[in-house]
């Protein structure tokens, strides 16, 4: 993976979201909020006290092929990213790593007020983040079987689910999108977006 700088892209629709890296002891009130809140359940951190998430984001912090950040919608912080390598973490003998594989996380800030449209827009600024990267071929997740939401966000984007696999704390669905499956699939995102303003229907 190559050195993170600062990320952005704006939403036609919803403005401009970005990211940047993670400060572990400056953001972990606001991790610990997120984390652990009732909506982050798939996140697995819902018993841990802010020191430990502290810990936790430390741990990644110092990692050499994982990486953490804080996306921001409109310059306030509104999503938790990573970034990883799966040959050497999460996914090391439970599938076959290619030259350009990066994994990654999202988590979207919990809201009582939800808007339209946004998680797909994180995950769309997410996914355009570690294409940023040329030498990236393929993003490569693995979401716990039972989270319907995530799976349907990931075919909008172009993932194609490939087998089930144990992890030690989930059964995940091992999920892949290529470079091109992406590029289509925000193409076709545009045209619908375009049709509806026109009232065209497909």
């Known amino acids: 993976m190559t050195p993170f700088s ?11 979201f970005a990211l940047r890296a993670l400060d572990p ?3 972990a009130t606001l991790l610990h909020g997120w984390v652990t809140h009732p909506k982050a359940s ?11 998430v502290a810990t936790e ?9 994982h990486d953490a950040f804080i996306g921001l919608h409109e310059g306030r912080p509104a999503f938790l990213a990573e970034r990883y390598d799966p040959a050497k973490v999460e996914l090391v003998g439970l599938y076959e790593p290619r030259p350009g594989d990066v994994g990654m996380h999202f988590l979207c800030a919990p809201t009582d ?4 449209g946004f998680t797909l827009a994180v995950i769309t600024t997410v996914m355009e983040f ?14 716990d079987v039972r989270n319907t939401a995530v799976h349907a966000l990931n075919a909008a984007v172009g993932f194609e689910i490939v087998e089930r ?3 030690p704390e989930k059964d995940a669905y091992l999920s892949i999108c290529p470079r091109e499956r992406f590029e289509a699939a925000c193409a076709e995102g545009a045209v619908r977006a375009v049709r509806a303003t026109q009232g065209v229907t497909r």
């Open 6 to 16: 600062r990320f952005s892209r704006t939403d036609d629709r919803l403005g401009t």
């Open 25 to 27: 002891a400056a953001d």
């Open 42 to 52: 798939f996140w697995m951190m819902q018993e841990a006290d802010e020191a430990e």
């Open 57 to 65: 984001y430390r741990r990644i912090d110092k990692h050499p092929h």
């Open 113 to 116: 007020t939800p808007v339209r």
């Open 130 to 143: 570690c294409f940023a990267d040329p030498a990236v071929r393929r993003v490569v997740v693995e979401p």
């Open 165 to 167: 696999i144990a992890k």
